[in-house]
Each structure stands twice: as C-alpha cells, then as structure tokens.
C-alpha cells in the first residue's frame, strides 16, 4: 500500500502465493499493490535483508564525555539523579546545548539497565480470608478540610482487610500515636464484626519516634497486649520499606481521591464542627464497603470472635490541680473547676478528649489541645471555670496569658479590643468581664455573642445594663416561692376515715 513499507511477512506471503497464482492476485492477498508484485519478482531478497543500517544524521553531543565523566559519576554515586548529572555537565562544559538533557536520560536509563545495580523485587501475595489485617496512617492536610473556617490538620487512620477490601477510616487529630492506634483499630474491629489472625502496621514509627529505650519497651508491651486481647498475632513491615504493606499503601489514594470527590459533590470543604466531618468520611466508606458486600460477608466467618468488650485505647496520668485553677499536662494548660485546686485526678488521653476522674467518679469531659509546632506551649481554658473569681479581680483581664482562649466566641475578643479603644483599660476589663459573666449566668452565650455582633457592626460600644435588660430575667430578681409544710396528722386522719368507711361496707 502507497505510503507503507514491506514487510517480511508480506513477502514471504507473496512469494507462497506466486506458486498457485498470478501476480496480480498474490500481490492484492498479500497486501501489495501489483508494481510492488513484480518488483519482488526481480529481487527476492527479504526487506530486512536489503536495508541498510541508518547512520546518525548529526554528531553525538555526548560521544567524548559520557564514557569520560558520565559513567564515572554513575559508578561512584549509583543513586544520582540525572538531572544533578545534567547541570553537572553544563556547569563543565558551557558549550553544550541545553536540549542534550532528554539523550542524556536515555543514555543513563540505558546504562544502569546493563550494568547498575540490582534492583528490589515486589513479591505479590496470596491473601487467605480472614488472615490479615492492615493498619496505617495517611495525612489529609491537602484536601483543605475546614471547621467553622478554621483549617482542620489531621490525619486519617486506614485500616483494611486485603481479601475482601473491607476499610474503615477515623479522623485523627494528633499524631501517629499508639492512643490513635488503638482506637481506630478496635473501632474498626468491632465495625468488621471480628478479628483477623494477623496484624500488620508499618513498625508504629510516629509512637516510638523520640522516646527513651524504657518507654519504647513500655509500647512495645503495650501494642502486644492490644493485638493479644484480640487473638491477633502483631507483624511489622521493615522500616521504610512501604511496598511491604502495599495492600493498604496503595488504598490510601483511592480513599483520599474518594473523600476529594466527595467535597467537590458537597461544594463546600468545611464543616460545621468535627462530628459533621467525622459523619462524612463514614458515609464515604460505607459506601465502599457496600460495592463490596459479598466479599466482606464472606471473610466474616473467617475471622476470629470479638471479646465481650474493648481494652484500653486511652493513656492515663495523675495530674494535680494547681492554684491557677488548672493543670499542665504534654505542653497544655487546662482548666477545671476552681473546688478541684490541690487535689489530684486521674486523666484518661484519649486522641480527641481528655476524661477527668477523681477516684473512680468522672467528673469532666475536656476537648484535648495540642502543642504549638514551634514547641511553645498552648492553653484549652472554658470561661466558666475562671469566671467567678475573675470578677473578684477584672483587671487580671489584661495581661492574662490566656486571655486569647478565654473567650468563647470571636465576637467577645472584639468587644473587648473596642472597649479598650473607646475607654481606660479598668472600666473596658470591667465591662468585659461582666458579658462573659452574663453570659455564664443567664446560659445565653451563642445569643449574646449574636448581639455584641450587631452592636460593634453599628459602631457602637456594648451597653451593659441593656444587654442584661434584654437577657433576663435575672436569676437575683426571680420571686422566691415558700410553701407551707402540711402537717402529717392529717395523712392519719385520712388513713383512719379511708379505714372506717371499708369496715362499714
């Protein structure tokens, strides 16, 4: 055909034909046009046999270096990029052109092919139902999950039956913790209905990262009593060798493309608070999941039973309440209730939330903070625990080192920066702290915080006596109501009349 080279196969499948029929017809059989035909007739030598190698149309820009400089550089340092060797060979040599960096590739491709180093081979596995479980981390900072317009920095814990592609995924928001592991892992037990026989993760690096040998013993005993309550068996991947726990390795991008789809759905990456996040990431697995009931029913009866309850997924420390109204506890200020100074509690580190006992009566649920990045120490402060004692003293508003956190809403921290603006500090710490006490006294915390809005929006100042006017009642002016005591004598009066009037009938 015009356009189109002869092929080998073409010819031998002419010459074969010519034997029973014309040219004509084994050429058109054999795809040929008829000059072609009867050219072959005259040289049946194959096409391959006839062509002459093509030489190089221009000079080899890299024929005196690549053996001279190029190998050597190879040899030496065996992992060196070839785009490091490329500018390498610009900086010696200003007179190469720049488009000599895609031949250089090549040629570097093509050596270490013949004599570089062995390369890591992948060994697939065989997957039994019910056999393993994997675990890992993944980080979700790059979706750009807000809640309530605040960016959300966490990861998410991902764990996966390869056999059946059964998955559940928690929201962490610390780190790589053997807290986070354990919960996620028993929540994503108990969601699976069992346990797998085996238990993989990828060696808990972020939990034993910067610990002394005591502490990395004490988690070591720790996740083996965790994996022993379940009647798994623990396995850890080599360090830094990922592929090793491929199986969910690999799941981490079809999860995290699935959860960005499904924002780009929803419209919207924030949320309204964490539970609502929380809410969305397992509606997303469950949907996955549901793509692979079959399977997932059939591994189930190949795991092991669940124990007739969970262990332990939180740390606990003893902590004592000081005079500041608070404790201190992993770089955290936190406060509590003023009648608990002096007295120690007990503290259950959960991943989100800190539980607070005395003895074995819980008395608080605290949100848990984190420590700055740059290692400076943070505050978790609830106004409600402070606030009596601090409009004893309203002017220890101003320096307070917690102020910032002291205030529930933004809309408070604003009235007070407009009061300190209008007015001397004393009467702008005053005022300030009489709203959160309105605030704290009349349960209206969300409602004022809409009117102090309105108010610094108008350009106005905050009217103290209005704002309680309009929030009342208050609770002094309420009527007291007494109630006269009935005397028991006549409940025995009652009882003797009920008792003659069944004797009569």
């Given at each position: 055909?015009?356009?189109?080279?002869?092929?080998?196969?073409?010819?031998?499948?002419?010459?074969?034909?010519?034997?029973?029929?014309?040219?004509?017809?084994?050429?058109?059989?054999?795809?040929?046009?008829?000059?072609?035909?009867?050219?072959?007739?005259?040289?049946?030598?194959?096409?391959?046999?006839?062509?002459?190698?093509?030489?190089?149309?221009?000079?080899?820009?890299?024929?005196?270096?690549?053996?001279?400089?190029?190998?050597?550089?190879?040899?030496?340092?065996?992992?060196?990029?070839?785009?490091?060797?490329?500018?390498?060979?610009?900086?010696?040599?200003?007179?190469?052109?720049?488009?000599?960096?895609?031949?250089?590739?090549?040629?570097?491709?093509?050596?270490?092919?013949?004599?570089?180093a062995e390369r890591d081979v992948i060994f697939r596995q065989v997957h039994e139902p019910g056999r393993l479980g994997l675990s890992d981390f993944t980080d979700m900072g790059g979706l750009g999950v807000t809640i309530?317009?605040?960016?959300?920095?966490?990861?998410?814990?991902?764990?996966?039956?390869?056999?059946?592609?059964?998955?559940?995924?928690?929201?962490?928001?610390?780190?790589?913790?053997?807290?986070?592991?354990?919960?996620?892992?028993?929540?994503?037990?108990?969601?699976?209905?069992?346990?797998?026989?085996?238990?993989?993760?990828?060696?808990?690096?972020?939990?034993?990262?910067?610990?002394?040998?005591?502490?990395?013993?004490?988690?070591?005993?720790?996740?083996?009593?965790?994996?022993?309550?379940?009647g798994m068996t623990p396995t850890r991947n080599n360090k830094g060798v990922a592929h090793e726990n491929g199986s969910i390795e690999s799941a981490h991008g079809h999860l995290k493309g699935a959860i960005r789809d499904?924002?780009?759905?929803?419209?919207?990456?924030?949320?309204?608070?964490?539970?609502?996040?929380?809410?969305?990431?397992?509606?997303?697995?469950?949907?996955?999941?549901?793509?692979?009931?079959?399977?997932?029913?059939?591994?189930?009866?190949?795991?092991?039973?669940?124990?007739?309850?969970?262990?332990?997924?939180?740390?606990?420390?003893?902590?004592?309440?000081?005079?500041?109204?608070?404790?201190?506890?992993?770089?955290?200020?936190?406060?509590?209730?003023?009648?608990?100074?002096?007295?120690?509690?007990?503290?259950?580190?959960?991943?989100?939330?800190?539980?607070?006992?005395?003895?074995?009566?819980?008395?608080?649920?605290?949100?848990?903070?984190?420590?700055?990045?740059?290692?400076?120490?943070?505050?978790?402060?609830?106004?409600?625990?402070?606030?009596?004692?601090?409009?004893?003293?309203?002017?220890?508003?101003?320096?307070?080192?917690?102020?910032?956190?002291?205030?529930?809403?933004?809309?408070?921290?604003?009235?007070?920066?407009?009061?300190?603006?209008?007015?001397?500090?004393?009467?702008?710490?005053?005022?300030?702290?009489?709203?959160?006490?309105?605030?704290?006294?009349?349960?209206?915390?969300?409602?004022?915080?809409?009117?102090?809005?309105?108010?610094?929006?108008?350009?106005?100042?905050?009217?103290?006596?209005?704002?309680?006017?309009?929030?009342?009642?208050?609770?002094?002016?309420?009527?007291?109501?007494?109630?006269?005591?009935?005397?028991?004598?006549?409940?025995?009066?009652?009882?003797?009349?009920?008792?003659?009037?069944?004797?009569?009938?």
């Open positions: 055909m015009p356009g189109r080279h002869v092929t080998d196969h073409q010819m031998r499948l002419f010459m074969k034909l010519r034997q029973n029929h014309t040219t004509e017809t084994a050429s058109a059989k054999a795809g040929l046009s008829r000059a072609t035909g009867y050219r072959l007739l005259h040289n049946p030598v194959l096409p391959s046999q006839r062509r002459e190698p093509r030489e190089r149309r221009r000079p080899d820009p890299l024929e005196h270096i690549f053996e001279a400089e190029v190998v050597p550089l190879l040899q030496a340092a065996p992992g060196l990029r070839a785009v490091a060797i490329y500018e390498e060979l610009l900086r010696r040599h200003p007179d190469l052109q720049p488009g000599i960096r895609r031949t250089l590739e090549r040629r570097i491709r093509a050596w270490r092919a013949i004599h570089g309530a317009g605040q960016r959300l920095d966490h990861l998410l814990y991902h764990f996966r039956l390869p056999w059946s592609g059964f998955e559940h995924a928690h929201v962490i928001l610390g780190g790589e913790s053997f807290v986070a592991l354990a919960e996620g892992l028993q929540n994503a037990l108990w969601s699976a209905g069992g346990a797998p026989h085996y238990h993989r993760s990828d060696s808990l690096s972020a939990a034993f990262r910067n610990v002394d040998a005591e502490a990395r013993t004490d988690l070591t005993t720790r996740y083996e009593a965790l994996c022993s309550h379940y499904g924002l780009l759905m929803r419209g919207s990456p924030d949320f309204e608070d964490l539970g609502s996040y929380r809410a969305f990431v397992d509606e997303i697995i469950g949907r996955r999941n549901a793509n692979r009931g079959k399977g997932i029913e059939a591994e189930r009866a190949h795991l092991q039973v669940l124990p007739e309850r969970r262990t332990t997924d939180f740390e606990e420390v003893i902590v004592t309440v000081s005079s500041t109204g608070g404790f201190t506890l992993r770089k955290v200020f936190y406060t509590v209730p003023s009648r608990l100074i002096g007295h120690r509690l007990r503290v259950r580190l959960f991943d989100d939330r800190l539980e607070v006992f005395m003895g074995g009566t819980h008395l608080l649920t605290l949100p848990r903070g984190r420590a700055q990045a740059n290692g400076k120490h943070d505050q978790v402060v609830n106004y409600h625990h402070v606030i009596h004692s601090l409009r004893k003293k309203p002017m220890a508003l101003l320096h307070l080192v917690y102020r910032d956190k002291l205030f529930p809403r933004p809309e408070y921290r604003r009235a007070f920066e407009a009061l300190c603006a209008a007015m001397p500090e004393r009467p702008a710490c005053k005022i300030t702290v009489e709203l959160l006490a309105l605030a704290h006294e009349r349960n209206c915390e969300g409602e004022l915080a809409n009117e102090l809005g309105q108010v610094l929006r108008s350009g106005s100042l905050p009217d103290l006596a209005t704002l309680r006017t309009k929030f009342s009642p208050d609770p002094a002016d309420l009527p007291q109501v007494f109630v006269q005591p009935v005397c028991l004598d006549s409940y025995q009066v009652l009882v003797g009349t009920q008792g003659m009037a069944g004797e009569s009938a």
